[in-house]
């Protein structure tokens, strides 16, 4: 299985998108959520594609949204905004001593399901930094503008290359210095 770790902001959404949400949302006489209306039709339009071109592709969510709302809440927000493929997004990373290492999260997770899942790559698309020991992993998109074109094109290459492979038995290594 290969595993895309998808933040939200700054990269389904971005800077750009809740300013034109905001815009519309001003000038409408009828309430719209900044968060459902908000994703980037571009971000949500390339997202697509990466699930389309990687075969057995699967969602988890690294977001802070996670902390407000539940998977289900999540998928309905994503398959609103269009994306086509809400179901491949099955779980989030876990939160533990309210640590906001992402890297760490994305490791707990790992470490608790890539041997069940049988994860043998993985993708982080998220416009922080924080992913240590997970830095070849991540594709860091601009928080002003979200999962774009040069973006969606380096995490195909960078399953179809292999770049991406993961290898649960050197993590763990890692892990036990």
Excluded at 42 to 58: C, K, P, V
Excluded at 70 to 88: C, H, T, V
Excluded at 147 to 165: A, P, R, T, W
């Amino acid at each position: 299985m290969k595993v895309v770790f998808c933040d939200i902001d700054g990269v389904l959404n971005s800077f750009q998108s809740i300013e034109a949400a905001r815009r519309i949302k001003s000038n409408r006489q009828d309430s719209i959520g900044i968060n459902e209306d908000c994703f980037c039709p571009m971000a949500i339009s390339n997202l697509n594609i990466l699930f389309e071109d990687i075969h057995n592709l699967w969602g988890v969510v690294s977001s802070t949204w996670r902390k407000h709302y539940d998977i289900e809440q999540i998928r309905n927000f994503l398959s609103m905004a269009g994306f086509l493929y809400p179901w491949k997004i099955f779980d989030i990373t876990p939160t533990r001593l309210s640590n906001r290492h992402r890297g760490n999260e994305i490791h707990w997770w790992l470490s608790d399901y890539a041997e069940e899942y049988e994860v043998n790559s993985f993708v982080i698309l998220d416009d922080n930094s924080d992913m240590n020991p997970y830095e070849k992993h991540l594709v860091q998109t601009n928080g002003k503008h979200g999962f774009m074109y040069e973006d969606l094109i380096k995490s195909i290459e960078g399953f179809n290359s292999g770049e991406f492979s993961y290898d649960r038995e050197l993590d763990k290594k890692r892990y036990e210095r």
